[in-house]
């Protein structure tokens, strides 16, 4: 049986679901994902459950494991998945100890026009 990376997003050992890096390291993260080319922007989730919550806020799309992380994205039309994909760990990887794990929730229409 495999073991499965603990969610720091709700943790006896992080208070408030955070640990007191976690504010820092999980805007580091947002920030440098949405600047991968091909990344439309952060993704929630079906039901939003992927995300990391703070005090007085959440960030959605990231959720910070013990180790790695979750990254949600929307990708721009066009953009190659796997390129992109790989460009997201790249960039997560320096940030965060641990595997990083990449999902497509969506694809940005053409154009960008809002869903």
Same mark, same amino acid.
């Given at each position: ?5 603990? +969610?720091?997003?709700?943790?006896? #050992? ?5 640990? +007191? ?6 805007? $580091? ?34 959720? $910070? ?9 929307? $990708? ?12 997201? #760990? ?15 929730? +969506? ?7 809002? #869903?």
């Amino acid at each position: 049986m495999t073991e499965q990376p603990e +969610d720091l997003g709700v943790s006896d #050992r992080h208070p408030a679901g955070s640990s +007191d890096d976690a504010p820092e390291q999980v805007d $580091l993260v947002a920030a440098a994902v949405l600047a991968v080319p091909g990344v439309a922007d952060l993704h929630g989730g079906v039901l939003g459950e992927v995300a990391t919550y703070l005090p007085g806020r959440r960030v959605s799309g990231v959720k $910070l494991l013990e180790p790695g992380a979750s990254v949600h994205v929307v $990708l721009t039309w066009g953009a190659a998945v796997a390129t992109t994909t790989a460009a997201v #760990r790249e960039v997560v990887r320096p940030l965060v100890p641990g595997p990083v794990h990449v999902v497509v929730e +969506d694809v940005e229409p053409p154009g960008g026009a809002s #869903r």
